[in-house]
């Protein structure tokens, strides 16, 4: 098993910036991908950005330009660095992990709210 929580999330303006980081424990061995995803009330889950065991990366349209996703594998760290924030990126936030060879991401994280006012 592994256990994965999101701290960095709280209430900014637009135009302001957040730095979310997700803590990996238990089942670390091995190489995983992480995952940033969110959901805002009333939509679906969606994937913000992606960065593998390499450190390859993919962003969501969305929030390309504007968020950074990196990882510290030694000390099984992942972030998310969010700038010019929006309004509409206003959602819960998660953290996810997926091990070479899984068909999609098995682990989560509870959560970090990120609110951004206009």
């Known amino acids: 098993q592994v256990q994965l929580v999101e701290s960095g999330g709280g209430l900014v303006q637009a135009g302001g910036s957040l730095r979310l980081s997700c803590a990996a424990s238990g089942r670390t061995f091995g190489s995983y991908a992480m995952g940033w995803f969110r959901q805002a009330p009333g939509k679906e889950r969606e994937l913000v950005a992606t960065?593998?065991?390499?450190?390859?990366?993919y962003y969501a349209d969305l929030v390309k330009g504007r968020f950074t996703i990196s990882r510290h594998n030694a000390n099984n760290m992942g972030y998310l660095q969010m700038n010019s924030l929006k309004p509409e990126d206003t959602a819960v936030y998660y953290c996810a992990v997926k091990f070479v060879g899984d068909l999609d991401y098995g682990y989560w994280g509870q959560g970090t709210q990120v609110t951004v006012s206009s």
């Open positions: 960065i593998s065991w390499s450190g390859g990366t």
